[in-house]
């Protein structure tokens, strides 16, 4: 109910019923079960859609530091938390931090899942965004053309996420 209401613009309602889920979650479950996690992670999410990046960020804090400790620190949940963590990082301007998360993250889903997995894929343009917003102008150019050249091998050249590298890497290059 709460994603739909946040899908319907009902930010509000969505995060106080996302609040009580958590709250359920920790009482029932416990803080560190995985299905708690994922609700402190939803409610964080919310957090940041609104622009409540500080409470957003000591929850995403909260979740990956549970993550490492529980899952480990290459499970896709815990390198999930990491990139989320990271895009909050960067959006507050805490970038050298967003930065490193994000180096992590590519390094660990690479090595996990295989440089041409999408999730890596994903891993290697976000990364290549926050250098490129960072003024990190040659290593954003490096793997924006690493990610294209991927994405032209695992979907194809006129694929809409090929296209998509293309025109981000043309509009920098320009």
């Known amino acids: 109910l709460a994603v739909l209401y946040d899908r319907d613009g009902r930010s509000r309602e969505a995060i106080a019923l996302q609040q009580q889920v958590l709250g ?3 009482r029932v479950l416990g803080a560190e079960h995985p299905a708690t996690l994922t609700a402190r992670a939803n409610l964080a999410a919310s957090y940041h859609d609104v622009g409540r990046t500080d409470e957003a960020i000591a929850l995403l804090e909260q979740v990956l530091g549970d993550s490492e400790r529980m899952l480990g620190a ?3 949940a815990t390198l999930t938390a990491r990139a989320n963590l990271a895009a909050c990082y960067h959006d507050v301007g ?11 993250v590519l390094l660990d889903r ?3 899942l295989g440089a041409a997995h999408p999730d890596a894929l994903t891993s290697r343009s976000n990364l290549a965004n926050c ?21 032209e ?7 809409p996420a090929t296209v998509t590298k293309r025109q981000i890497l043309q509009r920098w290059q320009s």
């Open 24 to 26: 359920d979650s920790e």
């Open 74 to 76: 290459e499970h896709p």
């Open 94 to 104: 805490r970038t050298d931090e967003a930065i490193a998360l994000l180096e992590q």
């Open 110 to 112: 690479e090595r996990v």
């Open 131 to 151: 250098y490129w917003q960072s003024g990190l102008k040659d290593q954003a150019l490096a793997l924006q053309r690493q990610a294209l050249a991927l994405s």
């Open 153 to 159: 091998q695992l979907v194809g050249h006129d694929h």
